[in-house]
């Protein structure tokens, strides 16, 4: 942790971060696991980077945002006080910013395509280097979501790692709304067992016990710790 910095620090953010790992802590060992295991992804889509230079001054390392331009204009410049820093690509990619997020992100959740696979292994080729990548699997098989169905998940994950020769370490899911996480948690980690994948990003502030439950490596939780969002802009 880095020393804090008394006259810049947020408390309220400080706080939030404090009992968050506390109940992640809790719900790990609660399933047995090593609280070490399981990563807390601060979401900062639509907060100002001071808020974000808050958690970072308190020690916090690893964020999530949705949208390639918005984390550009906050973290190109936090990235290089904060060489640790650790930044996840948690929305939907467009091929024509493959090669952006492929500067910017440590980790790309959201690999869902043929299209988009193709695109990142090109820009690997090209750059000699790739971030990790999870792959998306749209569980609840909603329409208007980005994900592979769950159907094609095997087939896909099998594409990108043999054809595409991608590093794919993980899955990350998003239930729907008004369906019990637990069926989609569970669904997610068989399909990452079959393949030998360690990680999973699943779970937000509302199912984050459990999904630790079910095994999840990383839960993103924005709101619980930020406050409410007010958009930036960006895309």
């Known amino acids: 942790m880095v020393e804090n910095n008394q006259n810049t620090l947020d408390p309220n953010i400080v706080s939030k971060i404090l009992g968050l790992s506390e109940e992640i802590s809790a719900a790990a060992e609660a399933a047995g696991r090593d609280p070490e295991d399981v990563r807390l992804m601060a979401v900062s889509k639509f907060h100002p980077a001071v ?3 808050s958690a970072l001054e308190f020690g916090h390392r690893l964020f999530g945002e949705n949208r390639v331009q918005e984390a550009a204009s906050k973290y190109s410049s936090l990235k290089l006080e904060y060489p640790d820093l650790r930044l ?3 929305g939907p990619l467009q091929t024509n910013k493959v090669r952006e997020a492929v500067k910017l992100f440590d980790v790309i959740e959201t690999l869902d395509r043929p299209r988009l696979a193709e695109a990142l292994s090109k820009e690997k080729k090209r750059k000699g280097a790739c971030p990790n990548l999870f792959i998306q699997v749209n569980t609840g098989e909603e329409e208007k979501k980005s994900g592979v169905m769950p159907g094609n998940a095997d087939s896909f994950i099998s594409q990108c790692l043999e054809e595409f020769k991608l590093p794919v370490i993980g899955l990350m899911c998003i239930p729907p709304v008004n369906d ?3 069926l989609h948690f569970a669904l997610l980690a068989e399909t990452a067992r079959r393949h030998g994948l360690k ?4 779970g937000m502030s509302s199912d984050f016990k459990s999904a630790i439950m079910l095994g999840a490596t990383h839960v993103r939780i ?3 710790i930020f406050g ?3 958009a930036i802009g960006g895309s």
């Open 51 to 53: 808020k974000i230079r």
């Open 222 to 224: 924005g709101t619980s």
């Open 180 to 182: 019990e996480p637990a």
């Open 199 to 202: 990680y999973l990003s699943m």
């Open 88 to 90: 996840h690509l948690i």
């Open 228 to 230: 409410s969002r007010v």
